[in-house]
């Protein structure tokens, strides 16, 4: 996760939704396919690490780290 920036998992949801309507279309060249693949690729790890993130938080609120 790029730490530079403030990370916005929804935006981010968004954005991800939008590349796979990109995807979907029939238009898209090899070099544009794979590009989109790779930034979703490179988004969802993003989510993915801010999910795991978010339920430690939630664990340790509850008591459940220790």
Request: one cysteine or more.
């Amino acid at each position: 996760m790029n730490n530079n920036t403030t990370f916005s998992y929804d935006l981010t949801l968004r954005r991800i939704e939008e590349i796979v309507k990109q995807l979907e279309e029939d238009n898209k060249g090899i070099d544009e396919l794979s590009a989109l693949v790779k930034e979703a690729s490179s988004l969802i790890k993003d989510c993915k690490a801010k999910l795991r993130s978010t339920e430690e938080d939630i664990r340790k609120a509850f008591g459940e780290g220790d």
